[in-house]
């Protein structure tokens, strides 16, 4: 079996000391043993995917789909592990980030604003002009202020640099999307 999906849960950040690096800023995901749940194949679903199931937590159970290789021997019942996983491994990892409500244009987009002096009072942080004359609407996709974050976000090419088995902790190297104790996917 050679599935590198895991389901597990963000515990928090932490700083761990390496000989030879020095301190890693280290965010420590708890993954629990995942159970293969589902099994969808090519002939019958057009499409290879195993489902996984995290164990309960809090009366809800979590399961995600991760698309298969056509080679992969998996079974329903299989248990994955953290030790799946090895130190050094480059994966990314899925979450929902934290949402941030209504944010204006400098926070949300970038925007530089407007010059302090010259002519400027109260209009540092407006977003300036919107528009054109032609059409006479504002274009659908306009960058402007709304709601930022709470949306499914991923980070790539994060490496592993700790693994607890016996407690089913890993620790990757720098952050990871979403809060504290939100459930994030794991895959190599």
Do not use: W
Not at 92 to 100: E, L
């Amino acid at each position: 079996m050679y599935i590198k999906y895991i389901l597990g849960k963000k515990l928090g950040m932490t700083t761990l000391y390496d000989k030879e690096q020095g301190a890693l800023n280290v965010t420590l995901i708890e993954c629990p043993v995942n159970t293969v749940s589902v099994i969808r194949t090519q002939e019958k679903n057009g499409y290879s995917a195993v489902q996984l199931e995290l164990a309960k937590t809090k009366n809800v159970t979590h399961r995600k789909e991760f698309r298969l290789d056509e080679d992969a021997k998996v079974a329903i019942g299989d248990q994955i592990t953290v030790e799946t996983f090895a130190i050094g491994d480059e994966v990314q990892i899925s979450g929902i980030a934290k949402g941030k409500g209504f944010q204006g244009v400098v926070k949300r987009h970038g925007f530089a604003g407007s010059p302090a002096t010259h002519g400027h009072k109260h209009d540092n942080r407006a977003p300036g002009s919107i528009g054109a004359q032609q059409p006479q609407h504002v274009i659908k996709g306009k960058r402007m202020a709304g709601r930022m974050g709470g949306k499914r976000s991923t980070t790539k090419g994060i490496k592993i640099v700790y693994i607890d088995a016996e407690r089913s902790i890993m620790g990757v190297l720098g952050a990871v999307p979403g809060v504290v104790g939100r459930i994030v996917e794991v895959r190599a």
